[in-house]
Protein backbone atom coordinates (compact mmCIF):
# COMPACT_ATOMS: atom_id res chain seq x y z
CA UNK A 1 0.00 0.00 0.00
CA UNK A 2 1.37 3.40 -0.91
CA UNK A 3 0.48 6.94 -1.30
CA UNK A 4 1.69 9.73 -3.87
CA UNK A 5 2.71 13.15 -2.42
CA UNK A 6 3.52 16.24 -4.06
CA UNK A 7 7.69 16.74 -3.93
CA UNK A 8 7.92 20.00 -1.68
CA UNK A 9 11.86 19.94 -1.70
CA UNK A 10 13.65 16.92 -3.30
CA UNK A 11 16.04 14.99 -2.04
CA UNK A 12 18.03 11.19 -1.05
CA UNK A 13 15.06 8.34 -0.64
CA UNK A 14 14.32 7.24 3.08
CA UNK A 15 12.78 4.89 5.47
CA UNK A 16 12.10 4.86 9.27
CA UNK A 17 9.99 4.49 11.58
CA UNK A 18 7.31 6.68 11.63
CA UNK A 19 7.04 9.67 14.14
CA UNK A 20 3.17 11.43 13.84
CA UNK A 21 3.50 14.75 15.89
CA UNK A 22 -0.01 15.46 17.10
CA UNK A 23 0.26 19.52 17.49
CA UNK A 24 2.00 21.96 15.66
CA UNK A 25 6.29 22.37 16.53
CA UNK A 26 8.42 25.69 16.45
CA UNK A 27 11.98 23.60 15.64
CA UNK A 28 13.79 26.46 16.94
CA UNK A 29 13.39 26.19 20.62
CA UNK A 30 11.13 23.07 20.11
CA UNK A 31 13.91 20.87 18.76
CA UNK A 32 17.47 20.40 20.05
CA UNK A 33 19.64 21.18 16.72
CA UNK A 34 22.60 19.03 18.56
CA UNK A 35 20.63 15.86 18.45
CA UNK A 36 17.00 15.99 17.29
CA UNK A 37 14.80 15.89 20.40
CA UNK A 38 12.34 17.66 20.94
CA UNK A 39 13.04 19.88 23.84
CA UNK A 40 9.72 21.53 23.76
CA UNK A 41 7.88 20.95 27.50
CA UNK A 42 4.76 21.74 26.58
CA UNK A 43 4.93 19.56 23.10
CA UNK A 44 2.85 16.09 23.12
CA UNK A 45 5.76 13.99 21.89
CA UNK A 46 8.23 16.11 24.27
CA UNK A 47 11.18 13.51 24.49
CA UNK A 48 10.60 11.68 21.32
CA UNK A 49 13.91 12.05 18.94
CA UNK A 50 13.28 13.10 14.93
CA UNK A 51 16.46 11.09 13.94
CA UNK A 52 15.86 9.10 11.01
CA UNK A 53 12.10 9.09 11.65
CA UNK A 54 9.85 9.66 8.98
CA UNK A 55 8.51 12.87 10.46
CA UNK A 56 4.54 14.23 9.67
CA UNK A 57 4.52 17.97 10.67
CA UNK A 58 0.64 18.88 10.81
CA UNK A 59 1.71 21.99 11.27
CA UNK A 60 4.57 24.59 12.20
CA UNK A 61 4.67 27.56 14.45
CA UNK A 62 7.12 30.33 15.76
CA UNK A 63 10.49 31.64 15.11
CA UNK A 64 11.59 32.32 12.03
CA UNK A 65 15.08 30.14 12.69
CA UNK A 66 13.36 27.42 12.03
CA UNK A 67 15.30 26.69 8.95
CA UNK A 68 18.53 27.14 11.21
CA UNK A 69 17.90 24.34 13.22
CA UNK A 70 16.82 21.88 9.89
CA UNK A 71 20.03 22.96 8.34
CA UNK A 72 21.98 22.04 11.68
CA UNK A 73 20.26 18.84 11.89
CA UNK A 74 21.21 17.90 8.54
CA UNK A 75 24.41 19.26 8.89
CA UNK A 76 25.32 16.57 11.76
CA UNK A 77 23.72 13.72 10.59
CA UNK A 78 20.39 13.95 13.17
CA UNK A 79 17.75 15.11 10.68
CA UNK A 80 14.54 13.17 10.18
CA UNK A 81 14.94 10.63 7.39
CA UNK A 82 12.07 12.47 5.70
CA UNK A 83 9.98 15.22 6.33
CA UNK A 84 5.72 14.99 5.03
CA UNK A 85 4.02 18.10 5.70
CA UNK A 86 0.52 19.28 5.67
CA UNK A 87 1.11 21.99 4.33
CA UNK A 88 4.68 23.64 2.49
CA UNK A 89 6.54 25.71 5.40
CA UNK A 90 9.11 27.84 3.74
CA UNK A 91 10.73 29.05 6.41
CA UNK A 92 11.90 25.50 7.31
CA UNK A 93 11.97 23.98 3.96
CA UNK A 94 14.38 26.42 3.33
CA UNK A 95 17.15 24.59 5.38
CA UNK A 96 16.66 21.67 3.31
CA UNK A 97 16.91 24.17 0.16
CA UNK A 98 20.44 26.01 1.67
CA UNK A 99 21.94 22.43 2.25
CA UNK A 100 21.06 21.90 -1.51
CA UNK A 101 23.22 24.67 -2.34
CA UNK A 102 26.09 23.64 0.25
CA UNK A 103 26.14 20.43 -1.42
CA UNK A 104 24.63 18.22 1.36
CA UNK A 105 22.64 15.45 0.94
CA UNK A 106 19.17 16.42 2.09
CA UNK A 107 16.49 14.45 3.10
CA UNK A 108 12.70 14.70 1.21
CA UNK A 109 10.02 17.17 1.97
CA UNK A 110 6.34 15.41 1.31
CA UNK A 111 3.55 17.25 1.16
CA UNK A 112 0.50 14.71 2.18
CA UNK A 113 -2.89 15.68 3.90
CA UNK A 114 -2.98 15.70 7.82
CA UNK A 115 -5.88 13.13 7.46
CA UNK A 116 -3.61 10.97 6.20
CA UNK A 117 -1.41 11.00 8.80
CA UNK A 118 -2.99 8.60 11.27
CA UNK A 119 -2.39 5.53 9.24
CA UNK A 120 1.11 5.60 9.19
CA UNK A 121 1.58 5.81 13.00
CA UNK A 122 3.79 2.81 14.64
CA UNK A 123 4.55 1.83 11.04
CA UNK A 124 8.14 2.47 9.16
CA UNK A 125 7.33 3.94 5.89
CA UNK A 126 9.71 4.61 3.08
CA UNK A 127 9.85 7.33 0.66
CA UNK A 128 10.70 7.13 -2.78
CA UNK A 129 12.65 10.17 -4.65
CA UNK A 130 9.34 10.23 -7.04
CA UNK A 131 7.42 10.95 -4.35
CA UNK A 132 5.77 7.65 -3.71
CA UNK A 133 5.41 6.61 0.21
CA UNK A 134 5.22 2.88 1.35
CA UNK A 135 2.83 2.77 4.21
CA UNK A 136 5.56 0.10 6.25
CA UNK A 137 8.68 -0.92 4.75
CA UNK A 138 9.36 -4.02 7.36
CA UNK A 139 5.45 -5.69 5.77
CA UNK A 140 7.11 -5.12 2.91
CA UNK A 141 10.21 -7.12 3.70
CA UNK A 142 8.49 -9.92 5.38
CA UNK A 143 6.15 -10.32 2.03
CA UNK A 144 8.60 -10.91 0.04
CA UNK A 145 10.98 -13.05 2.80
CA UNK A 146 7.89 -15.07 4.65
CA UNK B 1 0.92 29.53 -11.32
CA UNK B 2 4.85 28.76 -11.66
CA UNK B 3 7.47 31.57 -11.41
CA UNK B 4 9.06 33.36 -14.00
CA UNK B 5 12.37 35.50 -13.76
CA UNK B 6 13.35 38.40 -15.54
CA UNK B 7 16.31 37.99 -17.71
CA UNK B 8 18.66 39.92 -15.50
CA UNK B 9 16.78 37.34 -12.28
CA UNK B 10 17.48 34.66 -14.39
CA UNK B 11 21.08 35.65 -15.66
CA UNK B 12 21.83 36.20 -12.03
CA UNK B 13 21.10 33.09 -10.86
CA UNK B 14 22.86 31.22 -13.88
CA UNK B 15 26.32 32.37 -11.82
CA UNK B 16 28.50 30.33 -9.64
CA UNK B 17 29.46 33.29 -7.26
CA UNK B 18 27.55 34.29 -3.83
CA UNK B 19 25.08 36.51 -5.66
CA UNK B 20 24.02 33.32 -8.01
CA UNK B 21 23.57 31.32 -4.70
CA UNK B 22 21.42 34.00 -3.22
CA UNK B 23 19.43 34.67 -6.06
CA UNK B 24 18.78 30.91 -6.26
CA UNK B 25 17.79 30.55 -2.92
CA UNK B 26 15.37 33.38 -3.31
CA UNK B 27 14.20 31.30 -6.37
CA UNK B 28 13.56 27.92 -4.96
CA UNK B 29 11.51 29.47 -1.86
CA UNK B 30 9.41 31.33 -4.28
CA UNK B 31 8.93 28.13 -6.29
CA UNK B 32 7.63 26.71 -3.02
CA UNK B 33 5.44 29.42 -2.04
CA UNK B 34 3.56 29.45 -5.59
CA UNK B 35 4.51 32.61 -5.91
CA UNK B 36 4.61 33.99 -9.54
CA UNK B 37 7.58 36.87 -9.96
CA UNK B 38 10.18 38.86 -7.37
CA UNK B 39 9.87 42.00 -6.04
CA UNK B 40 12.43 44.66 -5.29
CA UNK B 41 12.49 45.33 -1.89
CA UNK B 42 13.64 48.76 0.04
CA UNK B 43 15.77 46.82 2.98
CA UNK B 44 16.22 43.78 5.20
CA UNK B 45 16.61 42.69 9.06
CA UNK B 46 19.14 39.38 9.05
CA UNK B 47 17.59 37.19 11.83
CA UNK B 48 20.60 34.28 10.71
CA UNK B 49 23.60 35.85 12.30
CA UNK B 50 22.52 33.62 15.56
CA UNK B 51 24.66 30.77 16.18
CA UNK B 52 22.54 27.39 16.18
CA UNK B 53 25.51 25.16 14.81
CA UNK B 54 28.39 25.15 12.19
CA UNK B 55 26.46 25.04 9.12
CA UNK B 56 24.90 28.51 9.58
CA UNK B 57 28.84 29.61 9.75
CA UNK B 58 29.82 27.71 6.75
CA UNK B 59 26.62 29.39 4.66
CA UNK B 60 27.54 32.78 5.67
CA UNK B 61 31.39 32.52 4.70
CA UNK B 62 31.01 30.50 1.45
CA UNK B 63 28.21 33.75 0.64
CA UNK B 64 31.71 35.87 1.39
CA UNK B 65 33.91 33.72 -0.36
CA UNK B 66 31.66 34.24 -3.12
CA UNK B 67 32.11 37.65 -2.99
CA UNK B 68 28.28 38.76 -2.47
CA UNK B 69 27.19 42.09 -0.45
CA UNK B 70 23.95 43.19 0.40
CA UNK B 71 22.24 45.50 -1.78
CA UNK B 72 20.07 47.39 0.79
CA UNK B 73 19.84 48.60 4.18
CA UNK B 74 20.45 45.36 6.17
CA UNK B 75 20.47 45.20 9.91
CA UNK B 76 21.25 42.04 12.02
CA UNK B 77 19.26 40.98 15.01
CA UNK B 78 20.98 39.37 17.94
CA UNK B 79 24.02 36.90 17.77
CA UNK B 80 25.56 34.73 19.94
CA UNK B 81 27.68 36.90 21.88
CA UNK B 82 27.64 40.22 23.73
CA UNK B 83 29.96 41.81 21.72
CA UNK B 84 29.64 45.03 23.78
CA UNK B 85 31.52 42.77 26.92
CA UNK B 86 28.37 43.84 29.36
CA UNK B 87 27.76 39.92 29.92
CA UNK B 88 29.49 36.88 30.52
CA UNK B 89 28.65 33.78 27.23
CA UNK B 90 29.04 30.82 28.62
CA UNK B 91 29.26 29.49 25.19
CA UNK B 92 32.48 26.92 25.13
CA UNK B 93 34.83 26.74 22.60
CA UNK B 94 34.77 25.77 19.79
CA UNK B 95 30.95 27.10 19.49
CA UNK B 96 32.39 30.60 20.53
CA UNK B 97 34.47 30.59 17.79
CA UNK B 98 32.40 29.39 15.23
CA UNK B 99 30.00 32.28 16.46
CA UNK B 100 32.20 35.01 16.38
CA UNK B 101 33.39 33.70 12.44
CA UNK B 102 29.19 34.14 11.88
CA UNK B 103 28.88 37.60 13.38
CA UNK B 104 32.14 38.64 11.31
CA UNK B 105 30.96 36.72 8.20
CA UNK B 106 27.38 38.99 8.07
CA UNK B 107 29.73 42.12 9.13
CA UNK B 108 31.72 41.46 5.48
CA UNK B 109 28.26 41.01 3.67
CA UNK B 110 27.61 44.53 4.39
CA UNK B 111 25.13 44.34 7.41
CA UNK B 112 24.57 47.03 10.05
CA UNK B 113 26.35 46.21 13.55
CA UNK B 114 22.62 46.84 14.72
CA UNK B 115 22.34 43.25 16.74
CA UNK B 116 19.31 43.56 17.92
CA UNK B 117 15.89 41.94 17.90
CA UNK B 118 14.15 45.52 18.21
CA UNK B 119 15.12 47.11 15.15
CA UNK B 120 12.15 49.32 14.54
CA UNK B 121 13.37 51.02 18.14
CA UNK B 122 16.84 51.31 16.64
CA UNK B 123 16.26 53.26 13.96
CA UNK B 124 15.23 51.07 11.32
CA UNK B 125 11.63 51.84 10.21
CA UNK B 126 10.49 51.33 6.79
CA UNK B 127 7.53 53.33 5.29
CA UNK B 128 3.95 52.63 5.24
CA UNK B 129 3.51 50.33 2.65
CA UNK B 130 7.00 49.34 1.24
CA UNK B 131 8.08 46.04 0.57
CA UNK B 132 11.15 45.08 2.49
CA UNK B 133 12.46 41.33 3.45
CA UNK B 134 12.83 40.99 7.48
CA UNK B 135 13.55 37.89 9.74
CA UNK B 136 12.81 37.48 13.55
CA UNK B 137 9.47 37.00 14.60
CA UNK B 138 8.66 39.63 16.76
CA UNK B 139 10.19 42.46 14.23
CA UNK B 140 8.26 40.72 11.20
CA UNK B 141 5.07 41.41 13.29
CA UNK B 142 6.14 44.63 14.76
CA UNK B 143 7.32 45.90 11.03
CA UNK B 144 3.82 44.49 9.28
CA UNK B 145 1.51 45.69 11.45
CA UNK B 146 2.91 48.66 13.85
CA UNK B 147 5.06 50.36 10.78
CA UNK B 148 2.82 49.05 7.92
CA UNK B 149 5.83 47.90 6.06
CA UNK B 150 5.22 44.28 4.23
CA UNK B 151 6.88 41.64 4.85
CA UNK B 152 6.84 37.69 5.14
CA UNK B 153 8.11 35.96 7.97
CA UNK B 154 11.68 35.67 6.23
CA UNK B 155 13.43 32.70 7.69
CA UNK B 156 17.06 32.68 8.68
CA UNK B 157 19.19 32.41 4.97
CA UNK B 158 16.21 33.67 3.31
CA UNK B 159 16.78 36.82 4.83
CA UNK B 160 20.65 37.45 3.84
CA UNK B 161 19.41 35.58 0.43
CA UNK B 162 17.11 38.82 -0.10
CA UNK B 163 18.93 41.41 0.96
CA UNK B 164 21.64 40.30 -0.99
CA UNK B 165 19.97 39.84 -4.62
CA UNK B 166 17.02 42.96 -3.53
CA UNK B 167 14.44 40.64 -4.18
CA UNK B 168 11.56 39.22 -2.10
CA UNK B 169 8.73 36.40 -3.43
CA UNK B 170 5.33 38.25 -4.47
CA UNK B 171 2.91 36.68 -1.91
CA UNK B 172 1.52 36.39 1.06
CA UNK B 173 1.73 39.83 3.21
CA UNK B 174 3.37 41.64 0.49
CA UNK B 175 -0.17 41.36 -1.65
CA UNK B 176 -2.61 44.41 -0.40
CA UNK B 177 -5.22 40.64 -0.46
CA UNK B 178 -3.17 39.01 2.08
CA UNK B 179 -3.34 41.60 4.75
CA UNK B 180 -7.23 42.10 4.93
CA UNK B 181 -8.32 40.90 8.25
CA UNK B 182 -10.24 37.68 8.36
CA UNK B 183 -11.29 37.54 12.33
CA UNK B 184 -12.24 39.36 15.15
CA UNK B 185 -10.42 38.90 18.29
CA UNK B 186 -12.58 41.35 20.23
CA UNK B 187 -11.41 42.14 23.71
CA UNK B 188 -14.13 44.46 25.68
CA UNK B 189 -15.33 41.59 27.53
CA UNK B 190 -12.16 42.63 29.76
CA UNK B 191 -12.58 44.87 32.54
CA UNK B 192 -10.60 48.46 31.66
CA UNK B 193 -8.32 47.76 34.80
CA UNK B 194 -7.13 44.74 33.30
CA UNK B 195 -6.68 46.01 29.58
CA UNK B 196 -4.41 49.32 31.36
CA UNK B 197 -2.15 46.88 32.92
CA UNK B 198 1.14 46.10 31.28
CA UNK B 199 0.55 42.23 31.33
CA UNK B 200 -2.69 42.28 29.09
CA UNK B 201 -0.53 42.33 26.50
CA UNK B 202 1.64 39.72 26.54
CA UNK B 203 -1.11 37.62 27.67
CA UNK B 204 -3.39 38.64 25.40
CA UNK B 205 -0.88 38.01 22.59
CA UNK B 206 -0.37 34.85 23.43
CA UNK B 207 -3.64 34.12 23.63
CA UNK B 208 -4.55 36.10 20.20
CA UNK B 209 -1.33 33.65 18.66
CA UNK B 210 -2.82 30.33 20.14
CA UNK B 211 -6.16 31.53 18.79
CA UNK B 212 -5.70 32.96 15.60
CA UNK B 213 -3.11 31.01 13.96
CA UNK B 214 -1.66 32.43 10.67
CA UNK B 215 -5.14 34.00 10.02
CA UNK B 216 -5.27 37.77 9.92
CA UNK B 217 -6.93 38.85 12.75
CA UNK B 218 -8.08 42.53 13.70
CA UNK B 219 -8.45 43.35 17.48
CA UNK B 220 -11.65 45.08 19.13
CA UNK B 221 -12.29 46.96 22.28
CA UNK B 222 -9.05 48.32 22.64
CA UNK B 223 -9.61 51.54 24.39
CA UNK B 224 -7.12 53.71 22.96
CA UNK B 225 -3.37 53.25 21.92
CA UNK B 226 -1.69 51.43 24.22
CA UNK B 227 1.62 52.18 23.28
CA UNK B 228 4.78 51.14 21.07
CA UNK B 229 6.27 48.83 23.63
CA UNK B 230 2.82 47.31 24.50
CA UNK B 231 2.14 46.75 20.39
CA UNK B 232 5.93 45.42 21.00
CA UNK B 233 5.12 42.77 23.50
CA UNK B 234 1.95 41.72 22.46
CA UNK B 235 3.21 40.76 18.81
CA UNK B 236 6.35 39.03 19.91
CA UNK B 237 4.02 36.92 22.51
CA UNK B 238 1.70 36.29 19.36
CA UNK B 239 4.05 35.52 16.85
CA UNK B 240 5.67 32.86 19.86
CA UNK B 241 2.61 31.17 20.25
CA UNK B 242 1.22 31.20 17.23
CA UNK B 243 3.08 31.89 12.96
CA UNK B 244 1.10 35.53 13.39
CA UNK B 245 3.02 37.72 10.89
CA UNK B 246 0.61 40.49 11.08
CA UNK B 247 -2.16 41.69 13.40
CA UNK B 248 -4.29 44.59 13.46
CA UNK B 249 -5.91 46.77 16.15
CA UNK B 250 -9.22 48.62 15.17
CA UNK B 251 -8.30 52.65 16.02
CA UNK B 252 -4.83 52.06 16.90
CA UNK B 253 -2.61 50.21 13.96
CA UNK B 254 -1.98 52.33 10.75
CA UNK B 255 -4.05 49.83 8.32
CA UNK B 256 -7.10 49.92 10.74
CA UNK B 257 -8.67 52.80 11.09
CA UNK B 258 -12.21 51.27 12.11
CA UNK B 259 -13.15 48.03 11.84
CA UNK B 260 -15.06 48.25 8.08
CA UNK B 261 -12.24 49.28 6.84
CA UNK B 262 -9.79 46.17 7.64
CA UNK B 263 -12.54 43.63 7.33
CA UNK B 264 -12.52 45.30 3.09
CA UNK B 265 -16.35 45.21 4.25
CA UNK B 266 -16.85 41.57 4.25
CA UNK B 267 -18.22 39.78 7.50
CA UNK B 268 -15.49 38.13 9.40
CA UNK B 269 -14.85 34.52 9.14
CA UNK B 270 -14.53 34.11 13.19
CA UNK B 271 -15.17 35.93 15.91
CA UNK B 272 -13.60 34.87 18.98
CA UNK B 273 -14.62 37.22 22.22
CA UNK B 274 -12.23 37.23 25.32
CA UNK B 275 -13.76 36.42 28.43
CA UNK B 276 -12.15 37.17 31.38
CA UNK B 277 -11.65 33.17 31.94
CA UNK B 278 -10.10 33.37 28.83
CA UNK B 279 -7.09 35.69 29.39
CA UNK B 280 -6.87 33.99 33.39
CA UNK B 281 -6.17 31.10 31.48
CA UNK B 282 -3.77 32.09 29.21
CA UNK B 283 -1.75 34.39 31.98
CA UNK B 284 -1.55 31.11 33.79
CA UNK B 285 -0.65 29.36 30.66
CA UNK B 286 2.84 31.61 30.71
CA UNK B 287 4.01 30.33 33.84
CA UNK B 288 5.37 26.41 34.06
CA UNK B 289 6.74 26.57 37.87
CA UNK B 290 3.40 27.66 39.72
CA UNK B 291 4.06 26.56 43.50
CA UNK B 292 7.58 27.93 43.26
CA UNK B 293 8.64 29.22 46.58
CA UNK B 294 11.76 31.16 45.40
CA UNK B 295 13.16 32.16 42.36
CA UNK B 296 16.74 32.18 41.03
CA UNK B 297 16.88 35.23 38.40
CA UNK B 298 14.41 37.13 36.67
CA UNK B 299 14.91 37.75 32.98
CA UNK B 300 13.33 41.15 31.22
CA UNK B 301 14.05 42.61 27.28
CA UNK B 302 12.43 40.42 24.87
CA UNK B 303 12.21 42.32 22.23
CA UNK B 304 15.13 44.12 23.54
CA UNK B 305 14.34 46.84 25.79
CA UNK B 306 13.82 50.25 25.02
CA UNK B 307 15.18 53.04 26.90
CA UNK B 308 11.27 54.06 28.22
CA UNK B 309 11.35 50.62 29.28
CA UNK B 310 14.67 50.71 31.29
CA UNK B 311 13.31 54.29 32.80
CA UNK B 312 10.71 52.27 34.31
CA UNK B 313 13.01 50.03 35.60
CA UNK B 314 14.48 52.12 37.31
CA UNK B 315 11.83 53.75 39.07
CA UNK B 316 11.07 50.68 39.86
CA UNK B 317 13.94 49.19 41.67
CA UNK B 318 14.24 52.94 43.05
CA UNK B 319 17.99 51.99 44.61
CA UNK B 320 17.09 48.88 45.93
CA UNK B 321 19.81 46.17 46.43
CA UNK B 322 18.40 42.90 44.45
CA UNK B 323 18.36 39.42 46.30
CA UNK B 324 18.67 37.99 42.58
CA UNK B 325 19.48 39.03 39.01
CA UNK B 326 17.29 41.10 36.35
CA UNK B 327 18.91 40.00 33.09
CA UNK B 328 17.88 42.72 31.46
CA UNK B 329 18.24 42.39 27.52
CA UNK B 330 18.84 45.21 24.84
CA UNK B 331 20.80 46.39 22.00
CA UNK B 332 24.05 48.88 21.65
CA UNK B 333 21.44 51.56 20.63
CA UNK B 334 19.60 51.72 24.27
CA UNK B 335 23.32 50.56 25.95
CA UNK B 336 24.63 54.07 24.44
CA UNK B 337 22.58 56.13 26.52
CA UNK B 338 22.42 53.93 29.49
CA UNK B 339 26.43 54.78 29.57
CA UNK B 340 25.35 58.64 30.09
CA UNK B 341 25.33 59.83 33.64
CA UNK B 342 26.58 56.61 34.85
CA UNK B 343 22.93 55.02 34.68
CA UNK B 344 24.35 51.42 33.51
CA UNK B 345 26.88 51.76 36.48
CA UNK B 346 24.30 52.75 38.88
CA UNK B 347 21.83 49.87 37.63
CA UNK B 348 24.87 46.85 37.85
CA UNK B 349 25.25 48.23 41.72
CA UNK B 350 21.94 47.04 41.86
CA UNK B 351 21.86 43.86 41.02
CA UNK B 352 20.83 44.09 37.15
CA UNK B 353 22.97 42.50 34.60
CA UNK B 354 22.62 43.85 31.19
CA UNK B 355 22.80 41.59 28.08
CA UNK B 356 23.14 43.51 24.83
CA UNK B 357 23.49 42.24 21.53
CA UNK B 358 22.23 39.01 22.52
CA UNK B 359 19.60 37.65 25.10
CA UNK B 360 19.69 34.18 27.62
CA UNK B 361 17.29 32.32 25.67
CA UNK B 362 19.45 32.06 22.45
CA UNK B 363 22.78 31.84 23.77
CA UNK B 364 23.53 30.63 27.29
CA UNK B 365 24.45 33.71 30.12
CA UNK B 366 22.52 32.10 32.88
CA UNK B 367 23.88 29.39 35.11
CA UNK B 368 23.01 26.01 34.81
CA UNK B 369 20.79 24.87 37.44
CA UNK B 370 18.68 21.95 37.96
CA UNK B 371 15.48 23.08 38.57
CA UNK B 372 16.23 26.75 39.00
CA UNK B 373 13.00 29.33 38.13
CA UNK B 374 12.92 32.33 36.42
CA UNK B 375 10.60 35.05 36.37
CA UNK B 376 9.71 37.17 33.76
CA UNK B 377 7.30 39.72 32.33
CA UNK B 378 7.73 39.04 28.44
CA UNK B 379 5.53 35.83 26.68
CA UNK B 380 8.24 35.50 24.70
CA UNK B 381 10.56 34.71 27.37
CA UNK B 382 7.69 32.22 28.89
CA UNK B 383 7.30 30.68 25.83
CA UNK B 384 10.62 30.35 25.23
CA UNK B 385 12.89 29.69 28.52
CA UNK B 386 11.74 26.28 29.56
CA UNK B 387 13.09 24.61 26.06
CA UNK B 388 16.15 26.57 25.73
CA UNK B 389 17.08 27.29 29.04
CA UNK B 390 16.07 24.63 31.19
CA UNK B 391 14.57 26.68 33.84
CA UNK B 392 10.92 26.54 34.92
CA UNK B 393 9.06 29.63 33.99
CA UNK B 394 6.95 32.19 36.27
CA UNK B 395 5.29 35.30 34.38
CA UNK B 396 4.21 38.57 36.20
CA UNK B 397 4.40 42.21 35.40
CA UNK B 398 7.47 44.56 35.16
CA UNK B 399 6.54 45.56 38.95
CA UNK B 400 6.33 42.11 39.96
CA UNK B 401 9.26 41.01 38.49
CA UNK B 402 11.45 43.80 40.41
CA UNK B 403 9.60 43.05 44.06
CA UNK B 404 10.26 39.38 43.22
CA UNK B 405 13.64 39.89 43.00
CA UNK B 406 14.46 41.77 45.42
CA UNK B 407 12.40 39.31 47.89
CA UNK B 408 14.29 36.55 46.07
CA UNK B 409 10.94 35.19 46.13
CA UNK B 410 8.06 34.99 43.37
CA UNK B 411 5.38 38.14 44.83
CA UNK B 412 2.33 38.86 42.22
CA UNK B 413 -0.43 41.85 42.45
CA UNK B 414 -3.35 40.57 41.66
CA UNK B 415 -5.16 42.28 38.07
CA UNK B 416 -8.64 40.41 37.55
CA UNK B 417 -9.06 39.84 34.15
Redesign the interface.
Known sequence: MSAMAEI??PGRAGEGEALVLTAPI?F???VD??TGRI????HPQHGQNLERRVLFLP???????????L??L???GHAPAALVLHE?D??????L???R??GWETPMALRLGRDQFDRFRGRRPGIKTDGSIILDTDAGKSACNP | MSLILSPEEQAIASGKDGAA?AM??VA??AR??GAPRLIPIASAHI??A?Y?????T??AE?LVEGGARVSVRSTLNVGALDLMGCSRIRLKEPARGMARRMMEAYRKLGCEQSWTCAPYQAGHRPALGSDVAW???NA?VFCNSVLGARTN???????IACAISGRAPDYGLHRTEGRRARLVFDVSGLSASFLGSEIAWPVLGSLY?REV?NTIGVVTGVPGHPGEDALKAFGAAA?????VGLFHIAGVTPEAPDLLTILDGAAPETVVRVTPEMAAKARAGLS?ATAAKTIDAVAIGSPHLSLDEFDLLERLIAGRRLSVPIYACTGRHVLSSLEKNGRRKTLEASGVIIVADTCV?VTPIMPELAGGILMTNSGKFA??A???TGYAVLYGSLADCVESAVLGKPAFTDIAA
Open positions: LVSWGGPKADVRGTIGSSSASAVLEVHNPAILLLGIVAEM | TRIDSLLDGLHGDSGLFRGESVRYGDFLDGGASSGATVHYPGN
